[in-house]
């Protein structure tokens, strides 16, 4: 029938992009913390049947990114090839007194325990603005724009925090 055919949701790259639209329903729709949503979607998506998956992303407008920056899987858009087409680096090698901006939060920092929360607790999401001084303490310290005091990033993390120069487009 139409029906089958206009809701085929789940075959298209299903998993990543159910995931992704569940974490972006939850954000968007909900305004659940984006920490928690992924860990929510997880559960809540495998309940989802396709004509619901089909219409939370249709409400969403097929967004392109995860609440963490990711590339949802869609036609056009290379997954593979996202953070270099936008010339991102990690933030560990990001240059220091240059204006930066988040561009995501690397999927495997998805998967550590307390990653995605600390990032939220420090304000390093997707689109936020930062610059690291020229001069600074030990470890990797950033000042995020607007913000007078400075946050300290692990190492581990920093390397999972995809930036771009400030006057990149996202």
């Known amino acids: 029938?139409?029906?089958?055919?206009?809701?085929?949701?789940?075959?298209?790259?299903?998993?990543?992009?159910?995931?992704?639209?569940?974490?972006r329903f939850l954000t968007d729709i909900l305004g659940?913390?984006?920490?928690?949503?992924?860990?929510?979607?997880?559960?809540?998506e495998r309940g989802l049947t396709p004509l619901v998956a089909e219409c939370m992303?249709?409400?969403?407008?097929?967004?392109?990114?995860?609440?963490?920056?990711?590339?949802?899987?869609?036609?056009?858009?290379?997954?593979v090839t996202y953070y270099q087409d936008r010339r991102a680096i990690a933030l560990s090698q990001a240059p220091r007194g240059v204006p930066l901006v988040v561009l995501a939060?690397?999927?495997l920092a998805e998967y550590r325990?307390?990653?995605?929360?600390?990032?939220?607790?420090?304000?390093l999401r997707p689109g936020a603005r930062?610059?690291?001084?020229?001069?600074?303490?030990?470890?990797?310290?950033?000042?995020?724009?607007?913000?007078?005091?400075?946050i300290a990033v692990d190492r581990d993390l920093a390397e999972h925090v995809w930036v771009v120069e400030e006057e990149e487009k996202i």
Not at 32 to 44: C, L, T, V
Not at 113 to 123: I, N, Q
Not at 130 to 150: H, S
């Open 113 to 123: 325990a307390g990653w995605l929360e600390r990032c939220e607790a420090l304000g």
């Open 32 to 44: 659940m913390g984006w920490a928690m949503a992924h860990e929510q979607a997880r559960q809540f």
């Open 130 to 150: 930062l610059d690291l001084p020229e001069r600074a303490g030990q470890g990797l310290e950033a000042r995020l724009a607007g913000q007078a005091e400075m």
């Open 1 to 23: 029938t139409a029906t089958t055919e206009i809701y085929t949701f789940p075959t298209r790259r299903s998993s990543d992009l159910l995931h992704c639209v569940t974490e």
């Open 57 to 79: 992303d249709e409400r969403l407008a097929r967004p392109d990114r995860c609440p963490h920056g990711n590339p949802i899987p869609r036609p056009g858009l290379d997954a």
């Open 105 to 107: 939060i690397s999927e």
